[in-house]
């Protein structure tokens, strides 16, 4: 029962772990965290400011305001400088960088800087805002949580920008905005599982900053427009106004790409002594200002429900402007949206205050709101988000269309001087240039399980005994076996399993079940590979079978997917295609199907297919297999291939020898032709269909294709055929008397000497002579396999069988020199998987030893 239970709960948790599921719950515990922390640094600036401007009454405003800037930036600076420099300056770039994969820091410690930072720097007066602050704490809280939980490496990054997304929604009180923000600006991707994630962060994040913030969830909000009107008499003041704030927008961002420049070039201060002056000096400049200018955040308010008049929005712009630029250049931790906002809203109120002086239609205030916007357009280029942010913090469905023509014109004529954004020319000022992310996450997000996996698994049974286990762990070079019952996988064990077994106590006679993992970590043949790769690491497996329910189809091992990447990494990127139609079969004869196994022989040559025939029947005879016979009609891709007709007589003539042989040696042979659009194609559909067990084909022995290991046809099946593969490169004496055999140790070296003694049959007397090569650097080299082999093979072989050992550096050279003394006629080569990986990056040794011998040269891969 308690197994039961067990067995259950690992479903459960599977089932919520899996990718898309986890991607939404973990969405939503990053829009309580963000909002909370909004909600944390909203009330801290609050109180912070409000006591500052409590204290400017109270005391001489000449010393407070100047002193707590000086007290105030020095902190903050010392804070960023001495714990985390990353959290200098808006943070918006550097999460803009983070997701289109620039590797900089995002974690933790910096949101805390931040957030403390931040803090200091808005509550001492400096004009900046706190929604770059929030974006940036917002984000390194998503990309914390991922490290902390298992996170699916194809929803880190809509993760991660749901965690900023959150951070605007809660400082704007705006959730629309904030997933505007994440598809136009930050990942400009409108999948579900962006959209999805973004929407319940968001959504979470606005829910608590209103909670716990200072708005309610009535949206009853102060800044709300009530009298608001629309005439067609004022387009050309909108239009206007577009401009203008087009202009001002690229004056701004340029202006603070000059500010940081001459920061780092004139002013050669720490970090903590420029806050500190710019505290000082941002003081000094608002105790010369009106009293309404000591609260940044009054100011906007004050411009948008009409107190002030003209002047005071012309002085406000200016003021604004020049301490926005003086203060972000210093690296002050602090936001560039709401000061933006600020700047629109005085400009909008002047180009208002001048329609009410000439036509007297629309308050200056409506101008102010809309003027937001468009400032909002030009500095970020995102018009969208811009429109979306002021009606959501106003709620007032007439400002819609002027938000709609301010908005489009400012962000045109913008981008008609600058194309950037401020947060990109904040990268390129730092030297990161990024670009639009392609539509499809690189070749581990193209590819899925089912185009790498090994379609034949080994496999133990549920009712096998531990003493049966060891004896196949023993045989095989592979350290985990998935087991099966009634043809269902029902868990998987491993080398650690069987060890344990001693330290348990547990006798030989204690059957699989009873020491197995339960319910294994598996996965369709759809994941990606992205998945399957975290999958791996996060439970540190080397790897994992591929079911179809809990059908098992198929595994997948770390080296399959190291060895995509090789291919990515050698010019050969691996790409999804699209499918070929299917070969057809346009001659066929079957025989009687007596064998234990099926060997298939592609036939294409004339000059080499009698050797392979008899190669195929010797080893067909050995092992009690049928033959089967292909040859393969290529047409065009643009023909269908059940539909072109093709000549037959070569292909026919080529079968008709197999027909032949077989009933020489009293083979059962069978025979098919198929038109298809490509070779490997063909005899993958082939292998498939009749289950073959062994593919013999002959190899050319070199290639010129760039990027591949033997050939393009070659290549493919040694990656998808789920069966053992012989190629063969036949010299032109065709003589089989003298063998050589390199040994590796390998899978594949056992195969070729289990193969050995039926192809050796092909001599009346041969003569093997088994060669180990061993590095220099091995003092006393192991030759036990080397022994044990040549024992093997005397029990099997009537000829000589010899054995020797060699010390080199080179492992081809030491083959071909020892094939050369030997006069061999034929070397035998074993090549797996992970050795043809070292062959890609370090020289292909099969192709090196053909392309420099003139003997038959058979390889073999299991």
Not at 68 to 91: D, K, N, Q, T
Not at 273 to 286: A, K, P, S, Y
Not at 503 to 516: A, C, P, V
Not at 590 to 599: C, E, Y
Request: glycine share 8%; proline share 5%; aromatic share 6%.
């Amino acid at each position: 029962m308690l197994a039961k239970s067990k067995i259950l709960g690992l479903r459960f948790l599977r089932q919520l772990l899996r990718p898309k599921r986890l991607a939404f719950v973990e969405a939503c515990v990053i829009g309580l965290v963000s909002g909370f922390a909004a909600v944390i640094l909203g009330q801290a600036v609050d109180w912070a400011g409000g006591w500052r401007v409590h204290l400017s009454y109270l005391w001489p405003v000449y010393l407070v305001l100047p002193g707590i800037g000086l007290l105030g930036g020095m902190l903050a600076g010392w804070l960023v400088e001495r714990f985390a420099p990353e959290a200098s300056g808006s943070g918006m770039s550097e999460v803009k960088a983070v997701l289109a994969r620039v590797p900089m820091p995002l974690n933790l410690r910096i949101a805390l800087v931040k957030l403390v930072s931040a803090t200091l720097v808005l509550g001492s007066g400096m004009p900046l805002g706190r929604e770059g602050p929030t974006v940036q704490i917002g984000a390194a809280l998503a990309n914390q949580l991922s490290n902390w939980v298992p996170t699916s490496p194809e929803h880190r990054r809509q993760l991660i920008a749901a965690g900023a997304g959150a951070g605007l929604a809660a400082a704007f009180n705006a959730p629309i905005a904030g997933v505007l923000f994440v598809v136009e600006e930050l990942l400009q991707d409108v999948s579900g599982i962006t959209l999805g994630t973004a929407i319940l962060a968001s959504f979470i994040a606005a829910v608590i900053s209103r909670l716990y913030g200072s708005h309610s969830l009535d949206l009853k909000l102060n800044l709300a427009v009530t009298n608001t009107t629309f005439f067609a008499q004022e387009i050309p003041f909108y239009l206007i106004l577009g401009v203008l704030a087009g202009l001002v927008g690229i004056l701004f961002n340029k202006s603070i790409i000059a500010s940081l420049k001459i920061n780092r070039r004139v002013l050669n201060f720490s970090l903590p002594w420029r806050l500190g002056i710019v505290g000082l000096v941002t003081g000094v400049m608002i105790a010369l200002l009106p009293v309404t200018f000591r609260n940044n955040a009054g100011l906007r308010e004050l411009l948008l429900v009409g107190t002030g008049d003209w002047s005071f929005a012309a002085i406000a712009l200016v003021v604004q402007f020049t301490l926005i630029i003086f203060t972000y250049g210093s690296g002050a931790p602090g936001g560039l949206l709401v000061p933006s906002l600020v700047l629109g809203a005085a400009l909008g109120y002047l180009v208002g205050a001048v329609e009410h002086s000439l036509l007297g239609l629309s308050a200056a205030t409506t101008y102010a709101h809309v003027g937001m916007a468009a400032m909002f357009s030009a500095v970020s280029k995102v018009p969208i988000t811009a429109v979306i942010i002021v009606f959501e913090m106003t709620t007032d469905f007439n400002l819609v269309l002027p938000l709609m023509i301010v908005s489009v014109v400012a962000y045109l004529v913008a981008e008609k001087i600058d194309k950037r954004s401020i947060y990109d020319l904040l990268l390129e000022w730092k030297g990161i240039h990024i670009t639009k992310e392609p539509s499809i996450e690189g070749i581990l997000g193209q590819l899925n399980a089912a185009d790498v996996m090994q379609g034949r698994v080994e496999t133990l049974s549920s009712q096998m005994s531990i003493e049966e286990a060891l004896q196949a762990f023993s045989n095989s070079a592979h350290h985990n076996f998935p087991v099966l019952e009634n043809g269902k996988i029902v868990g998987i064990v491993t080398q650690k399993d069987l060890v344990n077994t001693g330290s348990q106590h547990l006798g030989k006679d204690t059957l699989i079940r009873d020491i197995m993992t339960p319910e294994p970590m598996k996965v369709s043949p759809a994941t990606s590979l992205a998945y399957v790769l975290h999958v791996l690491n996060r439970y540190n497996l080397s790897c994992l079978p591929v079911a179809e329910g809990r059908k098992l189809v198929g595994i997948i091992t770390r080296s399959d997917i190291i060895r995509v990447e090789a291919e990515r990494l050698n010019g050969n990127n691996p790409q999804i295609q699209a499918k070929s139609a299917p070969s057809y079969i346009i001659h066929q004869t079957r025989a009687p199907a007596t064998g234990k196994g099926r060997l298939l022989v592609p036939l294409s040559h004339p000059q080499t297919a009698q050797t392979l025939l008899e190669m195929a029947a010797a080893i067909a005879k050995a092992h009690n297999y049928e033959i089967e016979c292909l040859q393969v009609i290529i047409v065009p891709p643009n023909r269908i291939p059940s539909q072109t007709p093709v000549e037959t007589d070569r292909s026919l003539g080529l079968l008709q020898q197999a027909i032949i042989l077989g009933e020489d040696w009293r083979i059962p042979i069978h025979t098919q032709i198929r038109v298809a659009h490509n070779v490997a194609t063909a005899i993958l559909e082939v292998v498939k269909a009749q289950q073959i067990d062994l593919v013999l084909m002959g190899w050319k022995g070199t290639t010129s294709t760039p990027g591949r290991v033997f050939s393009r046809v070659v290549d493919t099946l040694i990656r998808q055929a789920p069966c053992d593969v012989i190629l063969a490169k036949l010299s032109e004496k065709r003589v089989f008397d003298r063998w050589l055999l390199p040994m590796a140790g390998g899978p594949n070296s056992k195969q070729a000497i289990k193969l050995l003694p039926a192809l050796a049959c092909l001599s009346t007397s041969p003569q093997i002579k088994l060669c180990q090569v061993f590095q220099l650097n091995e003092s006393i080299p192991d030759t036990t396999l080397l022994e044990k082999s040549v024992r093997f093979l005397r029990s099997r072989v009537k000829g000589k069988v010899l054995a020797t050992s060699v010390k080199a550096n080179s492992i081809s050279d030491a083959v071909l020199e020892c094939a050369q003394a030997d006069n061999s006629d034929v070397i035998v080569l074993g090549a797996s998987r992970e050795s043809l990986l070292r062959q890609v990056m370090q020289g292909n040794i099969p192709e090196n030893i053909s392309r420099k011998s003139d003997c038959t040269v058979i390889m073999v891969k299991t």
